[in-house]
């Protein structure tokens, strides 16, 4: 196979833009489906915590990480909210009650609908 520098230049090119336009459709993909993740979470806690953790699901927040080469948002509790530090109690559970596993189950439910997400991403750069 002859590749010439002009047909290897375009084949740079089209590389170099396919990078610049998944990032740039992934941002979106990521960012809906962390709150997807956060929204998913805080309703497992509602059903889960009772009186005992009333404040816990809104203690359970999104946020971007600054990263320069990632794309990344966290998705769990913020310590420094009401009962947020009490997270890994009921995620995990304690002497005092069992795990309720809501951030493992909102994970689960989100995991396929994000991998899909990013196939059709794939799948449009080809």
């Given amino acids: 196979m ?3 520098g002009s047909e290897l230049l375009d084949l740079v090119r089209y590389l170099d833009n396919a990078e610049h336009q ?3 459709k992934t941002y979106p993909v990521v ?3 962390a709150k997807a993740l956060q929204d998913q979470w805080q309703k497992n806690a509602r059903e889960t915590a ?3 953790g009333k404040h816990y699901p809104k203690s359970i927040t999104t946020e971007q990480v ?7 948002w966290t998705v769990g ?3 420094m909210m009401p009962q947020g530090g009490m997270g890994p109690g009921f995620e995990y559970g304690s002497r005092n009650q069992p795990p309720h596993w809501d951030g493992a189950r909102a994970a689960i439910q989100e995991e396929p609908k994000f991998l899909k997400s990013l196939d059709e991403i794939v799948r449009g750069l080809l």
């Fill in 2 to 4: 002859d590749i010439d």
């Fill in 22 to 24: 998944a990032a740039a």
């Fill in 31 to 33: 960012e809906r489906h």
């Fill in 50 to 52: 009772r009186r005992h």
């Fill in 66 to 72: 600054p990263a320069a080469e990632a794309i990344e």
């Fill in 77 to 79: 509790p913020e310590s």
